[in-house]
Nanobody, 126 residues
Framework: QVQLVESGGGLVQAGGSLRLSCAAS????????MGWFRQAPGKEREFVAA???????VYAVSVKGRFTISRDGAKNTVYLQMDSLKYEDTAVYYC????????????????????WGQGTQVTVSS
């Protein structure tokens, strides 16, 4: 059983930056694809970014070029660096872990992820 704990959310002005962290425990971190999803009020949960066990990455079109996902195997942690934040990035951000999908193209659908964190709030003021 994998446990995921997110941190790093908060309030930031539009154009600013935040770095989210997700610490994993209870499993072999290196074999998991790690993903970030987000859910804004009144909207469905949507994919943000993912990184496979070999470091392949995929991003949602809405964040490509502004967000960067990375992982640190020594710390069992995955990061989401968010730059040039926009008001529409406001959401609860969730970290997730998956064993599905090819390593060269990380899973990007919520149903492919078996383990989820509790979420961290990101609020971007306009």
């Amino acid at each position: 059983q994998v446990q995921l704990v997110e941190s790093g959310g908060g309030l930031v002005q539009a154009g600013g930056s935040l770095r989210l962290s997700c610490a994993a425990s209870g499993g072999t971190f290196s074999v998991y694809t790690m993903g970030w999803f987000r859910q804004a009020p009144g909207k469905e949960r949507e994919f943000v970014a993912a990184i496979s066990s070999i470091g392949s990455t995929v991003y949602a079109v809405s964040v490509k070029g502004r967000f960067t996902i990375s992982r640190d195997g020594a710390k069992n942690t995955v990061y989401l660096q968010m730059d040039s934040l926009k008001y529409e990035d406001t959401a609860v951000y969730y970290c997730a872990a998956s064993l599905r999908g090819p390593v060269f193209r990380p899973a990007s659908r919520a149903y492919e992820y078996a383990y989820w964190g509790q979420g961290t709030q990101v609020t971007v003021s306009s």
